[in-house]
């Protein structure tokens, strides 16, 4: 069983940066693909990054690519979300959670996950 805490949300302006963490607890977290997926308001939960247990391999949704950058460390338990260049659509609840299977974007492919953080870009 892994407990996962995201931290590191707020309110940034457009063009602004903000680095999202996830802690782990329990269970072996190396051996977990992990991945970030956020929910704006009356939205369904979307996917936005995933990394595999080696850390060698991540994979992004396209709208993020080139401005978000996922990585982890094993030793701390933890995965990053470093956001750059924020946009006024980026405004959601982030969310971690962990799973078995690499690449995967959708939410059924994680059975664990966070409590959320909320992040919110102003124009």
């Known amino acids: 069983q892994v407990q996962l805490v995201e931290s590191g949300g707020g309110l940034v302006q457009a063009g602004g940066s903000l680095r999202l963490s996830c802690a782990a607890s329990?269970?072996?977290?190396?051996?977990?693909?992990v991945a970030w997926f956020r929910q704006a308001p009356g939205k369904e939960r979307e996917f936005v990054a995933t990394?595999?247990?080696?850390?060698?391999?991540?994979y992004y949704e396209n709208s993020v690519k080139g401005r978000f950058t996922i990585s982890r460390d094993n030793a701390k338990n933890t995965v990053y979300l470093q956001m750059n260049s924020l946009k006024p659509e980026d405004t959601a609840v982030y969310y971690c959670?962990?799973?078995?299977?690499?690449?995967?974007?959708?939410?059924?492919?994680?059975?664990?996950w966070g409590q959320g953080t909320q992040v919110t870009v102003s124009s």
């Open positions: 990394i595999n247990s080696g850390f060698t391999i991540t």
């Open positions: 959670a962990a799973g078995q299977t690499y690449g995967a974007t959708y939410t059924g492919a994680y059975a664990y």
């Open positions: 329990g269970g072996t977290f190396s051996m977990y693909v």
